[in-house]
C-alpha cells in the first residue's frame, strides 16, 4: 500500500491525537494564567509533586481507616440481598465520585498541565504534538523505505498461487511476515528512534506512548488487511474470513477505527494518571471516550452490507435485528458506566464466544479446505481442519471461563486447595466441559474419516469387478458404523460427565444392564430385528444398491437402519422390512445372470438356417460396444425346447451381468424378428382350422362361428 493512501486512514486517528494535544496545550495555558498568591518554597512544590503521585494517593487511601456510619443502617436494608445492597452502596459511591470529579477536573486539569509545563520547560519548551508529528514522519520514512524495499516480496505475495492448502497456509503466512515488518519498520524509525535520545519523564511517556497507540493501530489494520482482504482482485483470493468484498471492507475499516480509538484512550487514561488526576477523573475521561467506541459499533451495524433482498419483509428483520444490536452496545455501555463489571463481562462473553466460534470455523475449514472440495462443490472438512478449528475453540471457551472466573472473582487456583459443595460442583462442571470438548473433538475426527472414506466410494466402476463390490460393501457398513460409534462416544461422554460431577456411575451401569434386559424381555421383536440385521451384514446378504427379493418384498436396497432395511420397488413403491421379517433372500445382482427366451416358428422353418441367424446375432451383440463390458456369454440356440400346436418352440438363452439382460433381451428380440422376416422364416401364430362335410348349412354356420370369433378378436384388440 503507498504510504499516501495510508496516510488517508490515520486521519481520524490524527484528528483524536490533535484534540487531545490542544486539550492539554490548554490546560497549560489556563495553569500559566492563574498566579499563585507568593512564590512557594521548594521543598513544599516537591512535596505537592508527591501527593499527585498516582501511588502515594493509594497508598494514602489504603491506610485512612473506612469511615464508620453515624447512624445504624435502616431495618430494610439489613433484611435486603447483601449483594443488592453492596452493588447500591458501591454504586451511589460510584455515582457520587464521578460527580465531585466534574467539579474537581478544573483544577486537576491546571494540576496537571503544571506538571506536564514543567517537564516541556525542562525540555526548551518542545510542545509534545511536534514531537510526535516529527517521529511520526520518521516512522513514515522508515516504512517507506521497506515498502521500496520489498518490492519483489510484494509482487510475489501478488502472484502467490493459492489452489492447494499448502498454498495457501504458505501464502497467509508470507502476508503476516510482511504485515508485520511493515509496522514494525514504523515502530522502529518513531519510537526506537525517540528512544535514542534522554527526554523528562512526562513528555517520554506522553510521546511513547501515543506513537505506541499509532503502531498498534497500523498494527491492527495490516492484520484486518490480512485477514479480510478488501482489495483482493478476485473474490477471496487470499480472503481468510470467508465473506463479500463490500462486507470485507466495510468491517476492515471499522475494526481498525475501534482499536486505533480504544488504544488512543488506553493510553490518554494512563497519562492522565501520571499528570496526577484522581481515579472518578480519569473514570470520567474514559466514559466519554467510550461514547465514540459505542457510536462506532452501532454506525457499524447500521451501515453494514447485506445479502438479504430488498423485499419489505427483508428490510423488516434487518432493521429489527438492528435496533436489537444498538440496544445491546447501549446496555453494555451502561452496565459499563454503572460500575456492574460482572454483568458486563458476562453480556460481553455471551454475545461475543458464539460469534468468534462460528467467526473460526468458516475461517479455518475456508483456509484448510481440500482441492476435492472445490472441483464437486461441496464443503468436506478434513482431519486437520477439524483438529484446529476445535483447538481454537476448546481455547476460546477456556480463556472465556478464566475472563468470567477474573471477573466473578472466582480464584480457580484456590479451588484446588478448598473443599465445599459448591466448589466440588464447580470443579466438576469444569471437568465435564473438558470431557465433552475432548469426546466431541474425538467425535468430528471419526466422523470426518468416515465421511471421506464415504465421499471417496461415490464414484461408480466397473460392475461386477472386485473394486465395485469392495465400494458397495464399504457404503453398507460405514453409515452403520458412524451411528454406532455415535451412539458409544455419546454414552461415554454422558457417563464421564456424570463421574466427574461426584455421580456414582457404578449403580447406573448395573441398572441400565437390568432395564436392559427387561426392555429386551418386553420388545423381543426389536432385539430380534437388530441381531438379524447383524448376521445379515456379516454374511454380507445384501449392499446398497443391489435387488433382492423376499417373500413378497423386492426392490433395491436403498438404506439400511438398526433394525430395519429400505427396499425401492422398480415402479417406485418403497418397503420398510424389518430384519426379522425377511427370512430367505434371493439376491438378484451379484455375479451373474442368465436370461432364457423362447420363440415360436413354423413347422414347415428352416431349423439349421434359424440356428446359424441366432449365432450371428449373438455374436454381433457380444462385439457392439454397448453390450460388450456386461456381456459373459454371448446369446446361442439351445434347440426345439418342444412341439407347441401351432409351431416349433426354440429356446435361447444370454449370460450377462446382473440388471444388463433386459435391454440386451430387448434388442436380440428385435433382431431376431427383423432376420426372420429377411430369410423367409416364419414366426408361428395361433391358427383355428374347422372342416366339414357336404352339408352346405354345416359349412355356412362353421363360417359365421369364424366371422364372430375375428369380430370378437378385433373389438378386444381395439
Not at 418386553?522 to 437388530?530: H, R
Request: proline share 5%; aromatic share 10%.
Amino acid at each position: 500500500m503507498p504510504p499516501l493512501s495510508k496516510i488517508r486512514i490515520f486521519r481520524p486517528f490524527f484528528t483524536g491525537a490533535a484534540l487531545a494535544s490542544l486539550l492539554l496545550c490548554a490546560s497549560i495555558a489556563v495553569a500559566q494564567s492563574v498566579k499563585p498568591a507568593s512564590p512557594q518554597p521548594e521543598s513544599v512544590q516537591r512535596f505537592l509533586g508527591m501527593l499527585s503521585d498516582p501511588d502515594v494517593q493509594r497508598f494514602l487511601q489504603q491506610q485512612s481507616p473506612a469511615p464508620k456510619p453515624a447512624t445504624e443502617p435502616p431495618p430494610e436494608m439489613v433484611n435486603r440481598d447483601p449483594s443488592f445492597s453492596e452493588f447500591a452502596m458501591r454504586f451511589r459511591g460510584h455515582a457520587a465520585g464521578l460527580l465531585g470529579a466534574v467539579d474537581s477536573f478544573p483544577r486537576e486539569t491546571m494540576r496537571g498541565g503544571a506538571v506536564l509545563e514543567r517537564d516541556i520547560q525542562a525540555n526548551g519548551g518542545t510542545r509534545p504534538i511536534f514531537l510526535i508529528a516529527a517521529f511520526l514522519a520518521a516512522g513514515l520514512a522508515v516504512q517507506w523505505l521497506f515498502w521500496w524495499i520489498s518490492a519483489g516480496w510484494r509482487a510475489w505475495m501478488a502472484r502467490a498461487p493459492y489452489a492447494t492448502v499448502l498454498e495457501r497456509v504458505i501464502a497467509l503466512a508470507a502476508r503476516l511476515l510482511w504485515a508485520a515488518c511493515y509496522v514494525l519498520s514504523f515502530g522502529l524509525g518513531s519510537i526506537g528512534f525517540f528512544l535514542l535520545f534522554q527526554w523528562p519523564p512526562v513528555i517520554r511517556e506522553v510521546v511513547v506512548g501515543y506513537l505506541l497507540a499509532i503502531v498498534v493501530f497500523r498494527l491492527a489494520s495490516a492484520l484486518f488487511d490480512v485477514f479480510l482482504a478488501p482489495r483482493a482482485e478476485e473474490e477471496g483470493r487470499f480472503r481468510v474470513v470467508p465473506i463479500t468484498k463490500n462486507a470485507a471492507g466495510h468491517w476492515a475499516k471499522r475494526l481498525g477505527y475501534l482499536v486505533g480509538w480504544y488504544a488512543f484512550g488506553w493510553v490518554t487514561i494512563r497519562l492522565l494518571g501520571t499528570l496526577g488526576f484522581s481515579i472518578p477523573a480519569r473514570q470520567l475521561v474514559a466514559y466519554s471516550l467510550g461514547l465514540v467506541l459505542l457510536v462506532i459499533g452501532i454506525e457499524a451495524v447500521w451501515r453494514r452490507p447485506s445479502r438479504l433482498s430488498r423485499g419489505q419483509a427483508s428490510r423488516i428483520g434487518l432493521r429489527a435485528r438492528n435496533w436489537l444490536w444498538t440496544v445491546y452496545f447501549v446496555a453494555v455501555w451502561l452496565l459499563w458506566v454503572v460500575g456492574a463489571m460482572r454483568l458486563f463481562w458476562i453480556a460481553v462473553v455471551c454475545a461475543a464466544l458464539p460469534g468468534a466460534i462460528a467467526l473460526t470455523k468458516a475461517s479455518v475449514n475456508n483456509i484448510l479446505r481440500s482441492s476435492a472440495t472445490e472441483e464437486d462443490g461441496h464443503q468436506r472438512s478434513t482431519v486437520v481442519s477439524v483438529i484446529v478449528e476445535r483447538g481454537i475453540r476448546a481455547a476460546l471457551i477456556v480463556g472465556a471461563i478464566v475472563l468470567l472466573a477474573d471477573a466473578l472473582d472466582v480464584r480457580l487456583t484456590e479451588m484446588t486447595m478448598q473443599d465445599s459443595p459448591l466448589l466440588r460442583l464447580v470443579r466438576g462442571l469444569l471437568s465435564a466441559g473438558i470431557i465433552l470438548l475432548v469426546v466431541d473433538l474425538a467425535w468430528n475426527i471419526v466422523k470426518v474419516l468416515i465421511d471421506r472414506k464415504l465421499g471417496d466410494t461415490e464414484a461408480v466402476l466397473e460392475i461386477g469387478s472386485e473394486r465395485e463390490r469392495r465400494r458397495t460393501r464399504i457404503r453398507t457398513l460405514l453409515p452403520i458404523l458412524r451411528n454406532f460409534l455415535m451412539i458409544l462416544f455419546a454414552a461415554i461422554a454422558i457417563m464421564m460427565a456424570l463421574s466427574s460431577l461426584g455421580v456414582e456411575i457404578g449403580p447406573l451401569i448395573a441398572g441400565a444392564g437390568v432395564v436392559g434386559v427387561a426392555i429386551g424381555f418386553g420388545a423381543q421383536t426389536v432385539v430380534k430385528d437388530v441381531i438379524s440385521g447383524m448376521f445379515y451384514l456379516l454374511d454380507d446378504a445384501f449392499r446398497v444398491g443391489e435387488y433382492i427379493q423376499s417373500g413378497s418384498y423386492k426392490g433395491t436396497v436403498e438404506s439400511f437402519s438398526l433394525r430395519s432395511v429400505k427396499l425401492r420397488h422398480h415402479r417406485g413403491a418403497v418397503y420398510i422390512v424389518p430384519f426379522s421379517e425377511l427370512g430367505a433372500i434371493q439376491n438378484m445382482s451379484r455375479d451373474w445372470v442368465i436370461e432364457k427366451m423362447t420363440i415360436t416358428i413354423t413347422y414347415d422353418s428352416d431349423i439349421e438356417k434359424a440356428r446359424k441367424i441366432i449365432k450371428k446375432i449373438g455374436l454381433e451383440l457380444f462385439e457392439d460396444p454397448e453390450f460388450k463390458p456386461t456381456t459373459i456369454e454371448p446369446l446361442k440356440m439351445q434347440g426345439i425346447d418342444s412341439l407347441g400346436d401351432s409351431g416349433l418352440l426354440l429356446r435361447m438363452k444370454v449370460m450377462t451381468l446382473p440388471g444388463q439382460q433386459f435391454t440386451l433381451k430387448r434388442r436380440a428380440l428385435r433382431m431376431i424378428h427383423d432376420a426372420f422376416n429377411e430369410n423367409g422364416i416364419k414366426l408361428a401364430v395361433p391358427t383355428v382350422q374347422v372342416s366339414g362335410g357336404k352339408d352346405d348349412a354345416v359349412a355356412a354356420a362353421a363360417q359365421q362361428t369364424l366371422a364372430a370369433h375375428s369380430a370378437a378378436t378385433a373389438a378386444n384388440s381395439a
